[in-house]
C-alpha cells in the first residue's frame, strides 16, 4: 500500500486547510486510516483515525476543530481542520492500518502545514 498526502500549505490563524491522503491498491476498504503530525524534536502525534467502519478517534489537540472523513470509492481519507492556530504547525502524516488492527503499517510522505500568526 502506498499513501500519497496532499493539501499542507501556509495559511492564516482562524483559517482552514483540507489535507487528502489517497492510498493505492484494492485494501482500502478494510483499512483503518489516520492522520498524524509532527514537529522537528517531537514525537510524532495522533491526531485522527477512522475505522473500516467510519467510527472516528481524535486527539485533544483537534477535538472541535479537526474532522476526519473518509471516501471508499476513491481510496481516500481527509482531514478537513478550521480555526488553526500556529501551534498546528507541523509535517502532517496520514497511515493505513490493515487487519489485524493495531500498529501503522503503511505511511505517506508527509505534508508540511504552516500557521502564521
Known amino acids: 500500500v502506498q499513501l500519497q498526502a496532499s493539501g499542507g500549505g501556509l495559511v492564516e490563524a482562524g483559517g482552514s486547510l483540507t489535507l487528502s491522503c489517497v492510498a493505492s491498491?484494492?485494501?482500502?476498504?478494510?483499512?483503518?486510516m489516520g492522520w498524524h503530525r509532527q514537529v522537528p524534536g517531537m514525537q510524532r502525534e495522533l491526531v485522527a483515525m477512522i475505522t473500516n467502519n467510519h467510527v472516528k478517534n481524535y486527539g485533544d489537540s483537534a477535538l472541535g476543530r479537526f474532522t476526519i472523513s473518509r471516501e471508499n470509492t476513491k481510496n481516500t481519507v481527509y482531514l478537513q481542520m478550521n480555526f488553526l492556530q500556529p501551534e498546528d504547525t507541523a509535517v502532517y502524516f496520514c497511515?493505513?492500518?490493515?487487519?489485524?488492527?493495531?500498529?501503522?503499517?503503511?505511511w505517506g510522505q508527509g505534508t508540511q502545514v504552516t500557521v502564521s500568526s
Open positions: 497511515s493505513a492500518d490493515g487487519p489485524p488492527y493495531g500498529t501503522w503499517d503503511y
Open positions: 491498491g484494492r485494501l482500502f476498504n478494510i483499512m483503518r
